[in-house]
């Protein structure tokens, strides 16, 4: 069973840290669980490892967020993975920080990388796991909420939240979306 596991985030040092990356940080601390390289390739930084007898291949592509689609259709391509095998990691403004919720299909609300990925696969039915980032900004502060580092507050819970991720992701390639979301899913 082959799996593909995208982290949406943008390339650049000034977006390292920002919420619009948590799928980026996932996608690092995922790898450096399962001692995977990153290596740069068409359209993404690429990792493999194994797991419980799964092969994993986790991206971070280098497209930009709003262009992300390209990348995730390549490489499922590439692969021969099903889209009910790829889980695209995405920050969510639309749930309270400290929430992770995992879904099998649903709408872009908005995101430009899941509006890509979506036009990319022609289909919004493919698994996401949807971190939290909440929505504590002024009216048309969005971007700025968006593309700014987590609060000191919120870093508190951050690595936690990360490591629960990674126990989504993983539970996902080994029991599956369903059970995943019955266990992890408040």
């Known amino acids: 069973m082959k799996y593909l ?3 949406l ?18 996608a690092d601390a995922i790898a450096k669980k399962h001692d995977a390289k990153f290596n740069m390739d068409r359209l993404a930084y690429m990792a493999d490892f194994k797991h419980k007898g ?6 971070k592509p ?15 391509n590439q692969l021969k993975i099903q889209k009910e095998n790829i889980l695209v990691i995405v920050d969510d ?9 995992m879904r099998g299909k649903g709408g872009a ?6 509006k890509d ?17 909440g929505d504590n900004f002024s009216k048309g502060k969005q971007v700025d909420f968006v593309l700014g580092e987590f609060s000191e507050d919120e ?10 991720s990674i126990q989504m992701c993983e539970s996902f390639c080994s029991i599956g979306l369903a059970r995943t979301m019955n266990q992890f899913n408040k």
């Open 5 to 7: 596991i995208v982290g």
């Open 9 to 26: 985030g943008n390339i650049g040092p000034e977006y390292e840290k920002t919420r619009h990356n948590i799928g980026f940080m996932v």
């Open 54 to 59: 799964r092969s994993i291949t986790v991206i």
């Open 62 to 76: 280098t497209t930009f967020m709003n262009l992300s689609g390209k990348a995730v259709k390549y490489w499922a």
């Open 93 to 101: 403004l639309a749930l309270p920080y400290t929430t992770l919720r």
């Open 109 to 114: 609300a908005g995101h430009n990388g899941l």
């Open 117 to 133: 990925i979506e036009a990319q696969l022609q289909s919004a039915a493919y698994p996401r796991l949807r971190f939290g980032i």
């Open 155 to 164: 870093k508190i819970d951050l690595d936690t939240l990360i490591d629960t």
